[in-house]
């Protein structure tokens, strides 16, 4: 597996509370993502970082917002959650290649109540 | 906007039985196609790709560009081969950034 961990695994909120999800890869990659999983919708992207400090919004970023001070490592932070983004969320890293070939974190699983 | 579609959330086969997941997809230009797929217990990870046009674990997928389809078939499926799998594009310009399908759970029963 590729040098990627999410942190935390596992995390149960209540409704108006910020959340910050962390994504922290060793392999050096130039480019991070948030994804989203949901059924009956699949993955969806929330952020991505093409550098440090070099953000971009994807198809669902409303409510979210993120954060890349260091090469390794990618926050995700929900300011004040609502029910809607109880989801598993994917951190997902590429290299400077671009070809396409994702390596997937194990997910975090987040509940708002 | 691109889109990609998988019409079936769940696709039950016996173990030999030849298994077609459909994915069909909506894009203006010239598209990369892959498959993703995620085991029990494991990550999501690359399954395979059009551009390399190989056969990985016994699945093929081709890219119909008239029908804008790229179904992912293996002839036998096997017990293994249950698990949750994706379809994704790739836009020209959009560096890495997939655009998902939304999933088909395999389950191959014994």
């Known amino acids: 597996d590729a040098g990627i961990t999410q942190s935390p695994r596992h995390k149960v909120t209540e409704t108006g509370t910020p959340v910050t999800l962390r994504c922290h890869q060793t392999?050096?990659?130039?480019?991070m993502y948030w994804y989203r999983q949901d059924p009956g919708h699949g993955l969806r992207l929330i952020h991505y970082?093409?550098?440090?400090?070099?953000?971009d919004k994807g198809e669902v970023s409303d409510g979210y917002s993120v954060s890349r001070s260091k090469t390794e490592d990618f926050l995700l932070t929900l300011e004040s959650a609502t029910s809607s983004q109880t989801s598993v969320y994917f951190c997902?890293?590429?290299?400077?290649?671009?070809?396409?070939?994702?390596?997937f974190g194990e997910g975090s699983r987040l509940t708002v109540l | 906007a691109q889109r990609v579609t998988q019409p079936e959330k769940l696709l039950s086969v016996f173990k030999g039985a030849p298994v077609e997941l459909k994915c069909n997809y909506s894009y203006s230009g010239s598209p990369e196609l892959f498959w993703y797929v995620q085991y029990s217990r494991q990550r999501l990870q690359l399954l395979l790709r059009?551009?390399s046009r190989e056969s990985i674990k016994g699945f093929t997928a081709d890219l119909n560009k008239g029908e804008t389809s790229f179904h992912l078939k293996k002839p036998f499926a096997q017990e293994e081969d249950s698990a949750m799998y994706y379809c994704a594009l790739r836009e020209e310009t959009s560096g890495s950034r997939l655009t998902f399908g939304e999933g088909t759970q395999l389950t191959v029963n014994p």
């Open positions: 970082s093409y550098g440090v400090k070099d953000t």
């Open positions: 997902a890293i590429s290299d400077w290649r671009a070809t396409g070939e994702l390596f």
């Open positions: 392999e050096n990659h130039r480019y």
């Open positions: 059009h551009i």
